[in-house]
């Protein structure tokens, strides 16, 4: 190899090196854990510390093609009880007195043109943290864009339709 392919390589390493270094360092945490949420609910907590199922708070999973954002009444349904007095808590009363739904921020994203049955996977066993990871160990959600590769990687991996109409584009 000549002195200057190895001068140009060096450099576009160098510079690759560098522009890496700089986006992960100084791109803001928040762009890695996801937006606030008007309340600031903890999957740690929820999920983790407290163990509660995610079919708990998005009870229409099980049943429709999305799975539900939970409505006031749900998080009040043991908030009345438990820190009631919290800031965060009195918010979501104001929500509930006002009959506001909370302005959750949308995290999962697929395309229009994409019918997503989150109860055919639910049927079939499929773990939420299969797809969604170990939220339990998140207190902020990041933003997901779901792609069809991923679909169509674990669809091969299980053995699962993948005949296009039928499974996701009907």
């Not at 302005?103 to 043109?113: G, R, T």
């Not at 990871?133 to 299980?158: A, D, F, S």
Request: charged share 15%; hydrophobic share 35%.
């Amino acid at each position: 190899m000549s002195k200057n392919a190895i001068a140009i390589l060096t450099t576009l390493g160098t510079a690759l090196f560098i522009a890496a270094f700089i986006l992960l360092f100084y791109s803001p945490p928040q762009a890695r854990i996801g937006p606030e949420q008007p309340i600031p609910f903890s999957h740690n907590v929820h999920s983790g510390v407290k163990q509660i199922q995610c079919q708990y708070c998005h009870p229409f999973v099980a049943y429709s093609n999305h799975p539900g954002i939970p409505a006031v009444e749900k998080c009040l349904h043991c908030h009345n009880y438990i820190i009631a007095n919290h800031p965060w808590i009195k918010k979501e009363h104001e929500y509930f007195n006002t009959n506001t739904p909370t302005p959750w921020i949308k995290l999962n994203y697929v395309a229009e043109h994409v019918l997503f049955n989150h109860q055919r996977h639910i049927n079939s066993k499929i773990a939420c943290t299969e797809c969604h990871g170990q939220v339990q160990n998140l207190q902020r959600l990041p933003h997901k864009t779901w792609y069809m590769n991923e679909c169509i990687t674990c669809h091969r991996k299980k053995n699962a339709n993948l005949d296009c109409w039928l499974a996701c584009h009907s």
